[in-house]
């Protein structure tokens, strides 16, 4: 017997599965954010993973510690692109993310992309506490690291075979 003809719906978006991993995780730390915690353990998440400029020196706290020691020293500079202000911030990023993250994911491949992202937000946190140095407003948002994938998918762009190969000049 013959099988009517069946059409084989694609996929609305093709993203590689780091970039869906990605944005579930943002997502979900958001939830879990605005929907779990209350607001002084929100707090504790922000002092614990958000990237503070005082952190690091420049003026007297008197006597305040920040949480985590010398551990949340270090992964401040990439935590706090887990972050977001609201949904709109992390809608934002998610899209930008979606839009630019899945060319370099299928370029550089899932390990190689994430070590990319951390290391645009570290670079976006450092620039960031050489602007601001010992201010104590805490910063947020995947902006660095997608602002990074913007970057590299540009770069991709003009590499011979692409789709804009041609107008390389070197």
């Not at 002084?40 to 949480?67: E, K, N």
């Not at 570290?122 to 960031?128: D, S």
């Amino acid at each position: 017997m013959n099988q009517p003809f069946r059409r084989r719906s694609e996929p609305v978006l093709m993203l590689p599965p780091v970039i869906t991993a990605s944005l579930v995780v943002l997502a979900v730390i958001h939830v879990i954010r605005v929907f779990w915690l209350r607001p002084d353990q929100d707090q504790l998440v922000l002092l614990l993973f958000a990237f503070i400029p005082v952190r690091y020196g420049g003026m007297d706290l008197g006597g305040f510690q920040f949480p985590g020691g010398l551990g949340a020293d270090i992964w401040t500079f990439v935590t706090y692109a887990l972050l977001h202000g609201d949904i709109s911030h992390l809608g934002v990023n998610a899209l930008m993310l979606a839009a630019f993250g899945g060319p370099v994911a299928r370029r550089l491949g899932s390990v190689r992309f994430l070590v990319l992202a951390a290391v645009c937000a570290a670079a976006g946190a450092a620039l960031h506490l050489l602007i601001h140095w010992g201010q104590f407003m805490p910063v947020i948002g995947a902006s660095a690291a997608v602002s990074g994938m913007l970057a590299a998918s540009a770069r991709f762009v003009f590499v011979p075979g692409a789709p804009l190969g041609g107008w390389r000049l070197a």
